[in-house]
């Protein structure tokens, strides 16, 4: 295994005291913190070669376009596409969401279906429901058993000729289920219809190969793997993105204009309008570095150990129920305590320096589907302990004793 007390020197915001104790960090399945090669790389930016890229020949451009362009071909790996082309810099999962919605959604008409699951984060609804005031699609839900997995069968029922696109996450953030999308993605691929994956969660928690998984896109956020906020990819296939229109217009995505008429660029520039977020593509990249070293491999299999630890270890108390139980699952654990409302949780395991977040998780059809307002959720990283639980472990247990 690796050495945990080594791998958190990497991240100075964890060696910190909160309200007088040690920061128990368990809230990164809302933002992971960055470690120092991020941090420096992002910095080394500014002070030694920031510069607009693609436009200059003069030094310094050359050196941040082939920085942002190298930042590039690091996410290309990390996810195994074919070519660079494939890999679209965006603001984040949300915006890459959006990028399809406003692009792919260009091309459907009334009548036409998109499937979603009853566990989607609200940026893989929203958008779809925006396409359904506008275009008269129609939205349907895969829904989800008492474990919080999607059943399969109904999801078969769903798909039919008119389905164009099936949009489905990877990894619960609320839940932590692990979604058959080997499976999901072939049953979609059978009937000719279009399917997405939102990766926000699993980037960090398995390993992902588009090659592979032959899904048409992909999206996740750099800040859930260890990279700095703002900056998100949009994966798609080469044949698939250069058939939609663009998405937003400006510098950078076109070739030529004129007022008669303006040629688009080529991908992925073309759909990359404006100046991009150069230090944010650089960050991601460090991450992706930063995770490639100490190995996905060893990373999920010491994140299962956590998660089996806390599993038991928060099950022993009696007030206690885990919501999300799925056989598959990843490092998320979220619960309600009998009596005690989750914001109450949240403020008062506060106090013993443990952050965890309470409440819908911007996914409110999941707590109307356990008819609970809210959960609370500690959601693990490597750089988290097995003592940092027991401290949750505690904090609950006094919070229980303050409810009584
Ligand atoms: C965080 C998250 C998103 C949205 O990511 P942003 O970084 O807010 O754009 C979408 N889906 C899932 C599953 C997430 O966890």
């Known amino acids: 295994m690796f050495d945990i007390e080594k791998i958190r020197r990497d991240f100075p915001v964890l060696n910190q005291l909160v309200r007088g104790k040690p920061l128990v960090y368990l809230d990164n399945a809302?933002?992971?913190?960055?470690?120092?090669?991020?941090?420096?790389?992002?910095?080394?930016?500014?002070?030694?070669?920031?510069?607009?890229?693609?436009?200059?020949?003069?030094?310094?451009?050359?050196?941040?376009?082939?920085?942002?362009?190298?930042?590039?071909?690091?996410?290309?790996?990390?996810?195994?596409?074919?070519?660079?082309?494939?890999?679209?810099?965006?603001?984040?999962?949300?915006?890459?969401?959006?990028?399809?919605?406003a692009t792919f959604g260009k091309s459907l008409k009334k009548g036409d279906e998109i499937i979603i699951s009853h566990m989607e984060h609200h940026a893989n609804i929203v958008p779809w429901q925006m396409l359904r005031l506008e275009?008269?699609?129609?939205?349907?839900?895969?829904?989800?058993?008492?474990?919080?997995?999607?059943?399969?069968?109904?999801?078969?029922?769903?798909?039919?000729?008119?389905?164009?696109?099936?949009?489905?996450?990877?990894?619960?953030?609320?839940?932590?289920?692990?979604?058959?999308?080997?499976?999901?993605?072939?049953?979609?691929?059978?009937?000719?219809?279009?399917?997405?994956?939102?990766?926000?969660?699993?980037?960090?928690?398995?390993?992902?190969?588009?090659?592979?998984?032959?899904?048409?896109?992909?999206?996740?956020s750099g800040h859930k793997i260890y990279g700095p906020t703002g900056i998100g990819i949009l994966y798609g296939k080469k044949h698939i993105l250069n058939d939609l229109p663009p998405y937003q217009t400006g510098g950078d995505m076109i070739r030529s204009v004129s007022f008669e008429e303006t040629l688009f660029n080529d991908l992925p520039y073309k759909f990359e309008a404006g100046t991009p977020n150069i230090s944010g593509a650089i960050g991601l990249a460090e991450a992706l570095n930063y995770i490639n070293d100490l190995g996905l491999e060893n990373i999920i299999n010491y994140e299962n150990e956590l998660l089996n630890y806390g599993t038991e270890l928060l099950s022993q108390i009696p007030e206690l129920r885990i919501i999300g139980t799925s056989e598959k699952k990843a490092a998320v654990i979220s619960f309600v305590l009998e009596n005690v409302h989750p914001h109450d949780i949240g403020t008062m395991v506060d106090i013993d320096g443990v952050a965890i977040r309470t409440g819908h998780h911007c996914t409110e059809p999941i707590m109307r589907r356990f008819n609970i307002p809210a959960t609370s959720r500690a959601s693990l990283s490597f750089y988290n302990s097995k003592d940092e639980l027991n401290v949750l472990y505690k904090s609950l247990l006094k919070v229980i004793k303050m409810f009584k």
Do not use: W
């Not at 933002?31 to 991020?38: E, L, S």
């Not at 451009?61 to 990390?78: H, I, M, P």
């Open 30 to 101: 809302a933002t992971t913190q960055k470690p120092i090669q991020v941090i420096e790389a992002m910095d080394k930016y500014y002070r030694e070669y920031n510069s607009n890229i693609h436009r200059g020949v003069h030094r310094l451009s050359q050196l941040s376009t082939d920085a942002y362009e190298k930042a590039r071909v690091v996410v290309k790996n990390f996810i195994s596409a074919n070519s660079s082309e494939e890999i679209i810099f965006t603001r984040g999962a949300t915006e890459s969401i959006n990028l399809v919605a």
């Open 135 to 220: 275009k008269g699609i129609i939205l349907k839900i895969i829904p989800i058993n008492d474990k919080g997995e999607i059943i399969f069968d109904e999801f078969l029922k769903l798909l039919t000729d008119k389905t164009k696109l099936v949009s489905v996450v990877h990894i619960s953030n609320t839940l932590g289920t692990i979604n058959p999308i080997e499976d999901i993605i072939n049953e979609t691929k059978k009937i000719g219809a279009k399917i997405l994956i939102d990766a926000s969660q699993s980037i960090h928690h398995s390993k992902i190969n588009v090659k592979e998984l032959d899904c048409d896109f992909l999206v996740f």
